[in-house]
């Protein structure tokens, strides 16, 4: 479980890099990569203290 909640959050960031460099290249709009860095950050947030969080 660990393992998948990081692969997913590292797939979020990438994906936020992703529509960054369409956007930086004109193939997205503006607010459409403003609502995917949004939810990718949500998303990020979400995710990452479940599987940083030392079980003990």
């Given at each position: 479980m660990k393992k998948?909640?990081?692969l997913l959050s590292w797939l979020i960031?990438?994906?936020m890099l992703v529509?960054?460099?369409l956007?930086?290249?004109k193939a997205?709009?503006?607010e459409v990569n403003?609502?995917?860095l949004l939810a990718g950050t949500i998303g990020w947030f979400v995710m990452a203290p479940l599987w940083m969080?030392?079980?003990s």
């Open positions: 998948m909640l990081s960031l990438a994906s529509s960054s460099a956007c930086a290249g997205l709009s503006t403003q609502l995917i969080k030392r079980f």
